[in-house]
């Protein structure tokens, strides 16, 4: 809301009553004071969450009111809002492609970001990083992919989805990385020249030849000779060390990088309104998109539990987007900041314990040679060499090793966050406390209860025989009842078998979970089954 003004309410600092500027905001910067002062009103540190901030409070409530109102009707409705929260960043990227790299400085923030440091290649957390970050750009291991694909017609030729995605993936990513470093690169050639002239200012008495030139015609090398020669003569003095390099590398990140990083860009470039405008939008339709496929994942999942089934989806919809709601109440507060960081260092850590688990039971569990045979059927085609490596061998030892180092990293290192010094009016390094530490020991372990539990539950009723009332029967072919969930999507596709299919009539097509995986061809052997319909 505050982008659509005249002028941006970041563009300057406060005065006080006296018409002085605010000494925070002074010692800090505009974009910074206004994010941690007026937007977050930000505490001291994690331990001191001072209370509820009924602003913060009031996007929280309106934010699940309309993803609510998305859901409560099932995929019918949230399929379409899709269309738009996936396109519209696409359209506000391409804006920011053509305005980033006309730009002063954006050849420079492009060139870092094709320059790679290979000695961060070493660090096991940036290859963690990294597997999140495909998980969370893919949506792998929340269930919104399965979810999604299970509304598909089982003849898909999902192979040739997933290359598409893949290859639509990497340019997205590449693509967005080169808008933002072209923006980026325009803030830090700012930064560069106003230091420049700085130091400029204080070597011009030794060196006169700097006189009446601007900061963008004196080369670096120049500047850093001059610089190392007048250290040499006067070892105390008040030289900033000018580097382009290190003001890109000084970016932010997180929150940060969005609301601080890039809302400082804006008041530089002409029409700020307009551009901070379209960038927010842009981010409130991302998170709304992500938001709709994670709560779509979950919500298919409940209904297709049995014991939940006679709940209408409003219902239950309205209680999940309650429960979310509830533990975002912690972010409302001043120390919201903190927690945000929290969950989002240890939070994502189980996507990749979830990945490796789902991928051993595939594999290993169900089977590699039935699940090729379930892609052979749907696909025409069976998977050749390079898909059973990756699935069998590569991508299992490959996430076994980032788990175990980032897991032996995080453990012989103490974790830290950033918190907002008053005084200072700058950030500042914090350990977590011990009460932190063992909230961040449950979320990272969060992913994995459901599991074990699951695992649990499953071998009870096994071996239980009061629980067996509707074990598998080799002789019965089983049918669950469609759910409202999934009911909408299947009913332009839906196809009634011939009765014959399970007398043992002429049509003798199988479609059963054997050890061979879902057979969907013509059998010579015809089996008899009878059927039961488990309510």
Request: proline share 4%; aromatic share 14%.
């Amino acid at each position: 809301g505050s982008s659509f003004t005249t002028t941006l309410p970041w563009s300057s600092c406060p005065l006080t009553e006296d018409n002085l500027t605010i000494a925070e905001c002074e010692d800090s910067s505009e974009t910074q004071y206004f994010w941690f002062r007026t937007t977050l009103d930000a505490s001291g540190s994690i331990d001191d969450p001072i209370g509820i901030k009924y602003w913060t409070f009031l996007c929280l409530v309106l934010s699940w009111v309309i993803v609510y109102l998305i859901l409560m009707k099932g995929i019918a409705s949230s399929g379409k809002v899709v269309y738009f929260t996936a396109m519209f960043p696409y359209v506000v990227l391409t804006i920011f492609f053509f305005r980033g790299i006309t730009l002063k400085g954006a050849t420079a923030g492009l060139s870092h970001m094709f320059t790679p440091k290979l000695e961060m290649l070493l660090k096991p957390t940036v290859w963690l990083d990294a597997a999140n970050q495909v998980f969370y750009s893919f949506g792998l291991a929340f269930g919104s992919i399965i979810s999604f694909g299970s509304y598909n017609n089982p003849k898909k030729n999902c192979v040739k989805d997933v290359i598409i995605i893949s290859f639509t993936n990497a340019f997205t990513a590449i693509y967005a990385c080169a808008v933002i470093f072209s923006i980026l690169g325009f803030k830090a050639v700012h930064l560069f020249e106003k230091c420049l002239e700085h130091d400029v200012g204080i070597l011009m008495p030794m060196y006169p030849e700097f006189k009446n030139r601007s900061m963008e015609d004196i080369p670096q090398d120049e500047y850093s000779l001059a610089m190392s020669g007048f250290t040499k003569i006067h070892p105390q003095n008040l030289l900033k060390n000018c580097s382009l390099v290190k003001e890109l590398d000084d970016s932010a990140q997180g929150t940060g990088f969005a609301f601080i990083v890039m809302a400082d860009v804006f008041t530089k470039i002409p029409g700020a309104p307009f551009w901070s405008a379209l960038f927010f939008m842009m981010l409130l339709s991302l998170g709304l998109g992500s938001q709709i496929g994670i709560m779509e994942g979950v919500m298919s999942t409940l209904f297709d539990q049995p014991s939940l089934k006679h709940i209408k989806k409003p219902v239950l919809v309205g209680c999940v987007a309650v429960g979310c709601f509830s533990i975002g109440l912690v972010f409302t507060t001043g120390a919201g900041e903190y927690w945000l960081t929290l969950f989002d260092s240890f939070g994502a850590t189980g996507l990749t314990f979830i990945a490796f688990a789902e991928l051993l039971s595939v594999m290993y569990v169900y089977g590699h040679e039935r699940f090729t045979k379930d892609i052979e059927n749907m696909t025409g085609v069976r998977p050749g060499l390079y898909w059973q490596l990756m699935w069998r061998y590569i991508s299992p030892t490959l996430m076994a090793t980032v788990i175990m180092s980032s897991t032996y990293f995080l453990l012989t290192n103490t974790p830290v966050y950033t918190a907002w010094n008053m005084t200072k009016a700058a950030g500042e390094k914090k350990e977590y406390p011990d009460w932190a530490l063992g909230v961040a020991a449950m979320l990272a372990m969060s992913s994995l209860i459901p599991i074990l539990v699951g695992a649990l539950l499953h071998l009870i009723k096994t071996f239980n025989p009061r629980n067996n009332k509707h074990a598998y029967d080799v002789n019965k072919f089983y049918r669950v009842d469609t759910t409202a969930s999934t009911r909408p999507m299947v009913d332009e596709n839906f196809e009634e078998f011939p009765v014959s299919l399970f007398t043992g009539g002429d049509d003798s097509t199988e479609d059963s979970d054997s050890e061979k995986g879902i057979v969907m061809e013509e059998e010579r052997d015809v089996k008899l089954f009878s059927m039961e319909v488990v309510l």
